[in-house]
């Protein structure tokens, strides 16, 4: 929804946007193997090569929303080398830049990191298609929760399917459990994840009911040393002594995060019900606490909790992998309040804070303040 201001989900339109913050302008940025045939993990070189290290990249956009019901069930993945942008300005630290990352891209849209927002419903097959037609090095494409076919898992090693350079291969993934889950690619995963190989689907149950405004966080820690080394930099990685010094919500830093249309801000109104699907993409846990509301948790990883079970809280820790829903009333002050990672060093960029995991629930009430402009000012929002 290209008109859409917001985190991924029902944010309010750029026309709202600007009549509510008196700001204008623009933003700144503008095949398979055999099954018979088990391959190894190890057995194809993923170091990076100097057709790669071209400064020639694609820089990342924010991920879409893929309605693959409006599809016809079909949806088509494709893994694209790329420059993935954090925080691009020069304000609370930044830049912060990944100056290579391997992005998702559906059909025939942008590459993002995060990857695409697959979204169903309930009883819906998707047939999701990988295209590694052009790619480098193999992958393969795991969804997280749904119950499907053995060839279907994603795993080279247990199904043995892979999909190399030149290949295409296509999964049924069947829409059986309803709630928020996770994909990546399931070769060389500690690898692959921390290039930038995840994203969300989501299984909406027969009848579901959104809530006023629903929204889509992603979480995930990176040690820019990885994505330094494959970029041909200086740099040598070590997944047995990761070092995380990068922490994003939906692919961006703080203040980045705030950023109307590339970043995340999570844009209420007063008495609105809010609903927010925050997945874990890391390999880290995050405590996510939001200022000034209390919510509930609804959903752990795609299950419902009894009502009975549920209790007003203000944070809530997400293990890595793990999805957590919350919904809460925005019943509070009509102001800008910090939502975050409270795992203080990662609500930072490099040695400043504040910065990293962090984004707000902003009010549209409040958007016509000085305090907002000044936010937009450090979110390198030119109007």
Request: glycine share 10%.
């Amino acid at each position: 929804m290209e008109d859409q201001i917001g985190a991924p989900g029902s944010g309010i339109s750029r026309r709202d946007f600007v009549k509510a913050s008196g700001l204008g302008g623009t933003v700144a940025l503008a095949g398979c193997t055999a099954p018979g045939e088990v391959p190894t993990e190890e057995s194809v070189d993923t170091s990076t090569t100097p057709a790669e290290s071209d400064s020639d990249l694609p820089t990342t956009s924010p991920p879409e929303i893929v309605n693959v019901d409006e599809q016809g069930g079909e949806v088509t993945l494709s893994s694209v080398p790329a420059k993935h942008e954090a925080h691009p300005g020069g304000s609370m630290g930044g830049p912060v830049e990944l100056p290579k990352v391997w992005a998702f891209k559906a059909d025939d849209g942008e590459p993002s990191v995060p990857g695409p927002i697959l979204r169903t419903t309930e009883g819906e097959d998707m047939e999701v298609t990988f295209d590694n037609t052009d790619g480098m090095r193999p992958h393969t494409v795991h969804f997280h929760a749904v119950q499907k076919q053995w060839e279907d898992d994603g795993v080279p090693t247990t199904t043995g399917i892979r999909i190399d350079p030149g290949q295409k291969h296509t999964y049924t993934i069947p829409a059986n459990v309803t709630g928020t889950h996770l994909y990546h690619c399931h070769y060389q995963t500690h690898r692959h994840i921390d290039m930038g190989m995840y994203g969300i689907f989501r299984v909406d149950p027969k009848g579901y009911e959104p809530a006023d405004k629903e929204y889509f966080m992603t979480l995930k820690e990176w040690d820019s040393r990885l994505n330094r080394q494959m970029a041909g930099m200086d740099a040598s990685y070590d997944p047995r002594n990761r070092r995380p010094d990068t922490f994003t919500v939906n692919g961006k830093s703080a203040p980045r995060t705030l950023h109307p249309e590339d970043g995340s801000p999570i844009i209420v109104e007063q008495g609105d019900t809010v609903r927010i699907h925050m997945c874990n993409n890391g390999y880290m846990d995050h405590p996510m606490h939001i200022h000034n509301h209390r919510f509930q948790v609804t959903h752990k990883d795609g299950g419902k909790i009894p009502e009975a079970a549920r209790h007003d809280q203000d944070i809530t820790s997400i293990p890595p992998a793990g999805r957590h829903t919350i919904e809460f009333e925005a019943d509070a002050d009509p102001g800008i309040y910090l939502a975050h990672c409270h795992k203080v060093s990662h609500a930072m960029n490099g040695t400043a804070y504040p910065g990293g995991m962090i984004t707000g629930v902003v009010y549209k009430e409040a958007m016509d303040t000085d305090i907002f402009k000044q936010l937009m000012d450090y979110a390198g929002y030119e109007a």
